[in-house]
Nanobody, 126 residues
């Protein structure tokens, strides 16, 4: 069973930081580019960031550039999303997913993704 599991969400004040983790089970994560997505209440899901198989290529949504950093540790089969300078508008359920096409050397937030995790809630509020 191929599965991704997110963790690390929580309640944080504006300006604070959180680090989300995306752990894989049932498959080798380093075959895939991995993306982070989020969905706020009443809004469509949006791409936040992605990282290529090697970690050498990353992409970010304009809304999080300079504040979020994606990374991966293939030895631990885990991808991370470091979120700094959090804003109330970052409040959402955050999901990780794997590119449907393994072995690609790049990542893109507009490609089809699968193996979605169950999500982790991030709430930014004072």
């Amino acid at each position: 069973q191929l599965q991704l599991v997110e963790s690390g969400g929580g309640l944080v004040q504006p300006g604070g930081s959180l680090r989300l983790s995306c752990a894989a089970s049932g498959f080798t994560l380093d075959y895939y580019a991995i993306g982070w997505f989020r969905q706020a209440p009443g809004k469509e899901r949006e791409g936040v960031s992605c990282v290529s198989r090697s970690g050498g290529s990353t992409n970010y949504a304009d809304s999080v550039k300079g504040r979020f950093t994606i990374s991966r540790d293939n030895a631990k089969n885990t991808v991370y999303l470091q979120m700094n300078s959090l804003k109330p508008e970052d409040t959402a359920v955050y999901y990780c997913a794997a590119d449907r096409n393994p072995y690609l050397p790049i990542c893109s937030l507009i490609r089809p993704y699968g193996h979605w995790g169950q999500g982790t809630q991030v709430t930014v509020s004072s």
